[in-house]
Every structure is written in C-alpha cells, then in structure tokens.
C-alpha cells in the first residue's frame, strides 16, 4: 500500500483524467511543460536501455511506463515505482549523492506500490546500468531540462562519529534509540528485544523466537543462581530481567539510551526484581574494578564501539570477568573486512547508526584471541536475523498509522527501508550474525561441558 504524505508532497497531485501533454504545477510555481514531460520520459527510457530487469514507473502525470530489457506489454510488475517529482529523474544523471533515491523516499518523492522488498532489491542491479559516452552527453542535456527541486534532508546525523569517542557514542546510540520508546513497541515483541531472534521453526512466532533467543543466550552462558550477570548494551532490560527470573542470577546492565535506561528501570520494578536486578545509564569505559562478574553477556552492542576501539572493548570484559567465567558476544559481522565506504555504510552511518562499524568474523575472533579470551563456541544465526527483520517490517507497516503519533512520516520511512534493506543483506550473506562464547585463556581445563547437550536438550 502507498504510504499517504499529503502534507511534505512536492508534486500537485495528478488526477486520473491527466494525460502526458497535461502541464504540471509545483508548489513554488513553476511548472513542467509538454516538452519537458517528454524530455523526463526520453530520458528514463535512456536510462533504463540496458537495464536486464523490468520496472514500472508512475510519472508525476499518471502515466505508466515499462522500463527495462525484460519489460514487455504484457509483463505485470510486483511493485510499481511511483515518481512524483520530475527532478528525480534529473537527479539520477545529475546528482552527486548516491543515495539521492533513497533520500527522495524518505522525503515522498518517490513511492513503492506493492512488492516493498522487490523494489528495494533494486539498489543491487541499479549500478550496473551503463551508458556509451554519447548517451551520458545525452543524458545531461535532457537532464538540465528538468526543474531542479532540492529539499533540505532534516533525517541525516550532522555529528560525524570520527575516533568513538564516549561522547560521539553516546551521542549516536540516542540518535538511533532515543526515537520514541511506544514507537518500538509498536513492531518489537512484548519483552522489546531488538535484536536477533531465534527461530526455533520458521512458524514460530516473534514472541516465541524472542523467548527463545534469551533462554538460548542463557543456557550457553550455563547461568546460575546467585552469578553476577553483567550485561553490556542491556537495551530496555530484557534479558536481565529474563535471566534473573529464570536463572536465580543478579544482573546489572548498562545502555547509553536514556529511553531505554528509564523505560528498563520502571520494568525491573514491576517485575519486583530491584533488589536482584539494576541497570544504569553508563559507557563500558566507565566500568571499574577487576575479576566481578561471573558472567559477561553483549547483545547486539559491539556495532557500536568502532573497529579501532575492540581491542579496548574486549579487554575491558576480560578485566571484569572473573577468572573461570565466560562470554558471549552476539553481533553482527560483514562480509568483507573493514568498514570502506559504499552506498551501504554511508547509508547506515548517515540515517540509522552513525557509529555503526562491521567487520568479518575472522577478525572479530582475532581481536577477541588478542585480548587474552579462548574461544569456545561460534554459531552462525544468519537467516534468524533475515526472519527477524521480515517480522519487523511487517509489524511495522500494519502499524503504520499509529507510528506516526510517535515519529513523522520521513522517519517512518527511514525505519522500514532500513529494515527491509538489512533483510536482503542478511539473505544474500552480504552480512551476518554470529554468537561468540569465550572464557578466559587459563591452564588446564575451561569450566565448560564437554558437549553441547546442556543448551539443547528438553528443547
């Protein structure tokens, strides 16, 4: 279903008696002609000439057109591209900025009209559309023909995180969190875990593979009565409250969210657990002391703390945690190493985490070998992230207006292509997840079961 933004739209709308020579109007006044009209639609077709696929495309006038090698008349799209502002089309041979498409998205410039996930799959063969050097000369001259429309983007972060500094994270992690705690309640599970579930079958519910990740993450941390948990990136309390519930455990977490740290310690008192369970608004850096905690747990955490900071991150947690205990790190990996600039990190650095940096796993466990950790157990949960995000995006689009008495329309947007996009990349390995369980490096014998049956049996 479209989405409705009447209020930001630039484009008057057209009505379903417009034709292609009707002109049409902007709301600064200026208005496209015939000629121009058929300049944006020789254009397109241009650009589109060696595309393989097939794409519809609403123009601004109601006119429909069929783009693409494979499109045919007959050919019926699953998603309609709805373009609305003729300087989108000038954008894609003027403009600069590589997420121009994604940006007039989030702006109303351009809408999708069915398949949401088929049309975003369209960024992977986008780049490939290659011109002769004549038709790029071609392109231009069509192109400076088009109005020229350019609004100012109020979405992206404007605090560039540079070296992850406890004041460029904590700035950052209330950037993405501090959104609006009822808008993640919205599409999250009851518990609001943000992070990857654990799908036992692919009919579980969200719930259900919620529940199961945290007795999941329990039972590899074989937790027991009276332990010290501590629990690094804690979100809206989840997990500790899980754990003391059900394990016996005394837990403490942290967050740099301020919504989180609040709404996390009005559900500990409900839940009568403040004398077993506390959480406080605090950076890992400022954790002191040495050898206290049984148990050290990270969930969805160490995106966040820059690829030069892990060597940091990680022996901080081996400092805390005491000599026989252990540590599971739950996080998402890349597929290449580094964080390089591509239309992927520059689009998840400039909307949704703008200290978020990923690395290949290989790397993650070296780093994690460098400060002294052994590692245990690895577990790839690659397609339960792929299945999260789908449920999420679901959740997110039923609700669609009941997000927007939390978040406006722009960041609505912003929410549901990030997700579906991060879905599509989970499923074709772009990025992955895995769950790392270590202990310290120690003489002898690690206090582990010789097997894995402890985590999976009377499942």
Known sequence: MVSNFENNQTVTHASKAQTATDDVAFQDGSRLSNKGIEEAVKLLKRLFSNFDGSLTMQLWNGVNLKLGKASAEDYNSSFTLICRNPNIVRSMVLGRDPLRLADAYFHGDIDIEGDFFAAVQLKDNLHIIKLSLWEKFAAIISALRLPAHIDADPLIYDHAVKVHTKVENRDAVQFHYDVSNDFYALWLDDAMVYSCAYFESHDSTLEQAQQAKLEHICRKLILKP???????????????????????VKAHGITLSQKQFELATTRIKKAGLENQVTVS????????????????????????????????YFSTVHRLLKPSGLFLNHGITHDVEGWEKTLSTEFINRYIFPDGQLDTVSNIQRAMEQAKFEISDVESLRPHYALTLRHWVSRLENHHEDALQYVSESTFRVWRLYMAACALEFEAGEIGIYQILANKREIGQPHLPLTRKHIYVNK
Do not use: T
């Open 281 to 312: 608004l605090r950076d890992y850096r400022d954790i002191k002391g040495a050898s206290i905690y049984d148990k050290i747990v990270s969930v969805g955490m160490f995106e966040h703390v820059g690829l030069k900071n892990l060597p940091l």
């Open 226 to 248: 009276d332990e010290l948990l501590l629990d690094i990136g804690c979100g809206w309390g989840a997990l500790i409250i899980y754990a003391a519930q059900h394990y016996g």
